[in-house]
């Protein structure tokens, strides 16, 4: 089983709806978990932290965290073509400095 | 802004040779790290450094080995560079628990 696994996609959406992204961790100690953009040929780049159960928004996007069920989501709200990109999770590895990552989910936003 | 930089965008290389990839960072950060990303198998650590002088093997270190003589500068060196080492190479460096990536270089080896 791998440490991070994330829906594959790719995942296509009209402009203005929903995208919804989805990731499993399999470390249930984990503590720290974050969602990274990557537009192609870009390195990766830090949207969104979460640590607690619940929901965390931050303007269009929201991460969402169940550690019961081992899950963080990350929703797209009102999706834009500057949205297309891969979507990477990641998790802390019980604290010490290192992050799993998943493989990533590739979103586009049709206009 | 945190800012990573890396010595080069894109670099082809022979077949055995020795490959040098720099990293810099301005935040005087303690925690860095190097990484290869592949399509499909996401982000795989290398080795990453928890001090100047301090390295630790990350998940896939076979054939590369890293320097960290200064805080700010973490170098990867491919001993003997082969065809499975082409790949997207990323820097990254820590604050707290957030890592800031670098530009990434293309390595390339034929």
């Known amino acids: 089983q791998k440490e991070v696994e994330q829906n594959s996609g790719p995942l296509s959406v009209p402009e203005g709806a929903i995208a919804s992204l989805n990731c499993t961790y399999s470390d249930r100690v984990s503590q720290s978990f974050f969602w990274y953009r990557q537009y192609s040929g870009k390195s990766p780049e830090l949207i969104m932290s979460?640590?607690?159960?619940g929901d965390k928004e931050d303007g269009r996007f929201t991460a969402q965290l169940n550690k019961a069920s081992q899950y963080v989501s990350l929703l797209i709200r009102d999706s834009q073509p500057s949205d297309s990109a891969t979507y990477l999770c990641a998790v802390d590895r019980s604290n010490d400095y290192k992050l799993s990552f998943g493989a990533g989910t590739t979103v586009t936003v049709r206009a | 802004d945190v800012k990573v930089t890396q010595s080069s965008r894109y670099l082809v290389k022979r077949t055995g040779e020795k490959v040098f990839l720099e990293c810099v960072q301005d935040m005087d950060h303690e925690n860095m790290f190097w990484y290869r990303q592949d399509p499909g198998l996401g982000l795989r650590l290398i080795y990453f450094s928890y001090d100047v002088k301090m390295k630790e093997k990350g998940d896939i270190p076979e054939g590369y080995s890293v320097s960290r003589e200064k805080k700010e500068r973490f170098s990867l060196i491919l001993e003997s560079a082969s065809t499975n080492q082409t790949s997207m190479y990323l820097c990254?460096?820590?604050?707290?628990?957030?890592?800031?990536f670098g530009p990434g270089t293309r390595l390339t080896v034929t």
């Open positions: 990254a460096s820590k604050t707290g628990d957030k890592q800031y």
């Open positions: 979460i640590y607690s159960n």
